[in-house]
């Protein structure tokens, strides 16, 4: 069981250029989430998605765009980078809702590193 | 809007108990958990309280109370390897499917 992984661990961009980071999951949730986190501060949610074939906007969408075209991945997508993107990515996945506490559990990857000069 | 606030750092020496606040305003309320995050790792999840009250794990214990919107993190017998960044985040939305996270405490644990 691998969890929960990310690619690339990390990467430096120019302004303007785009890339894809994808997440991977190998314990059929149904949730994903892509969260961003600044020095010093907390995750903000990019988007998300509640199953195959479905995203949703999260807190800071502006920028970026998904894709859940198969359960196990999860796309984040930067079509013209900017500086301002510069920030650690952490996907994480989450079984369907319920109300024991492992169902609120989030299982995050290890994380992206982006620099955008 | 939602916001959560949660003390920016916290020092305790090795042995010691200390207590994390979380004060929140949201709507949709669905839970309150809690992760911890050592410098360059991922999160990772420590509790999660949808009903008011303490619930115990070991050496740590979250309690919430929703009609005062806050919750907290307790934690006992300090070791060294406790020193992290300790993040509150609530579960809310219209069918609970998001989270939203506080700021961060950094704890430092001295000998």
Not at chain 1, 65 to 82: D, H, I, P, T, Y
Not at chain 2, 23 to 46: C, K
Not at chain 2, 75 to 99: H, I, P, T, W
Request: charged share 15%; glycine share 10%; proline share 4%.
């Amino acid at each position: 069981n691998a969890g929960v992984t990310q690619t690339p661990k990390f990467r430096v961009l120019k302004t303007g250029q785009s890339m894809t980071l994808l997440c991977a999951q190998d314990m059929n949730h149904e949730y994903m989430y892509w969260y961003r986190q600044d020095p010093g501060m907390g995750l903000r949610l990019i988007h998300y998605s509640v199953g195959e074939g479905t995203t949703a906007k999260g807190e800071v969408p502006d920028g970026y765009n998904v894709s859940r075209l198969k359960k196990q991945n999860f796309l984040l997508g930067l079509e013209s980078a900017a500086p301002s993107q510069t920030s650690v990515y952490f996907c994480a996945s989450r079984r369907l809702s319920g109300w024991t506490e492992s169902d609120n559990e989030q299982f995050f990857g290890p994380g992206t590193r982006l620099t955008v000069l | 809007g939602q916001s959560l606030e949660q003390p920016s750092e916290v020092t305790a020496v090795e042995g010691a108990i200390v207590q994390i606040n979380c004060t929140y305003q949201t709507s949709g309320f669905y839970g309150l958990s809690w992760y911890q995050q050592h410098d360059g790792g991922a999160p990772t999840f420590l509790s999660y309280n949808a009903l008011d009250g303490l619930e115990e794990t070991g050496r740590f214990s979250s309690f919430l109370s929703r009609s005062d919107s806050y919750g907290y993190l307790l934690l006992q017998e300090l070791q060294m390897k406790d020193s992290a960044s300790y993040f509150c985040a609530v579960r809310e939305g219209n069918y609970g499917q998001n989270f939203v996270f506080g700021p961060g405490t950094r704890l430092s644990v001295l000998p």
